[in-house]
């Protein structure tokens, strides 16, 4: 019964596509969710690590992350952008690694 009732309310907005016309308020917010998302996906990660059990604030993911954004704001190159980011969380692990 609750997989029916699951099914039915995650079903209707497919069944109404095409035939129920879309507030234009509702499509100018329903543009920001991919953002919004990715956000919610990408900026804890980039912020906090978890280890023993509490999380802790990650300085290399941060700056990595910052160092991606830079380079994703200034080139508009995705490839670039993974690159930069992907070597600096490297270098700082590794100059983490070293000092440690």
Known sequence: M???GTLL????PIWL???VKTPAWLERLLRHVPAAALTA???PG???TKANGAYQLAPTRTV???AALLIAL???NMIATLIAGMA???AGQALVALVS
Do not use: D, E, N
């Open 2 to 4: 609750l997989a029916a």
């Open 9 to 12: 309310f995650r079903s209707i």
């Open 17 to 19: 596509h095409g035939s």
């Open 41 to 43: 996906l990408v900026v």
């Open 46 to 48: 980039s912020l906090y």
């Open 64 to 66: 990595a992350a910052l």
């Open 74 to 76: 200034r080139t508009k």
């Open 88 to 90: 600096v969380l490297w």
